[in-house]
């Protein structure tokens, strides 16, 4: 980066600034940013596809409107690269919830979807 700006000597200077990855200890993010739910409203099956920068441990779950754990959807390894999950509404009643899908560190997607009779 560069740029410039004025001194007190009334007179222009200018800056150059390197930034690094990491160069604070700042994780790069195992997602990109990216994720699609389709189709919502859900009306038989949904699926979930993102794109890992790293493999990481992975969890997707569903919140009801009040905060409660409904159902783990799944648990387990994301692979490096893209992975696409196709889930089944079936065990679910019609209504409204919130899909979390987040890694040990953070959490990733945070989306209403609703599920139809």
Same mark, same amino acid.
């Given at each position: 980066?560069?740029?410039?700006? =004025?001194?007190?000597?009334?007179?222009?200077?200018?800056?150059?600034?390197?930034?690094?990855?990491?160069?604070?200890?700042?994780?790069?993010?195992?997602?990109?940013?990216?994720?699609?739910?389709?189709?919502?409203?859900?009306?038989?099956?949904? *699926?979930?596809?993102?794109?890992?920068?790293?493999?990481?441990?992975?969890?997707?779950?569903?919140?009801? *409107?009040? =905060?409660?754990?409904?159902?783990?959807?799944?648990? =387990?390894?994301?692979?490096?690269?893209?992975?696409?999950?196709?889930?089944?509404?079936?065990?679910?009643?019609?209504?409204?919830?919130?899909?979390?899908?987040? *890694?040990?560190?953070?959490?990733?997607?945070?989306?209403?979807?609703?599920?139809?009779?």
């Amino acid at each position: 980066m560069s740029g410039m700006y =004025g001194n007190t000597e009334n007179r222009w200077d200018s800056w150059i600034a390197e930034v690094y990855i990491n160069s604070w200890g700042i994780e790069t993010p195992e997602i990109s940013p990216a994720i699609n739910i389709f189709p919502n409203p859900v009306i038989d099956l949904f *699926t979930i596809e993102f794109t890992l920068i790293r493999a990481a441990h992975i969890d997707i779950s569903l919140t009801g *409107t009040t =905060g409660e754990q409904v159902k783990t959807l799944y648990s =387990g390894t994301g692979y490096t690269g893209k992975n696409i999950f196709s889930f089944n509404k079936s065990p679910l009643k019609p209504g409204i919830y919130f899909l979390i899908i987040k *890694t040990e560190d953070s959490i990733l997607k945070n989306e209403k979807i609703i599920i139809a009779d």
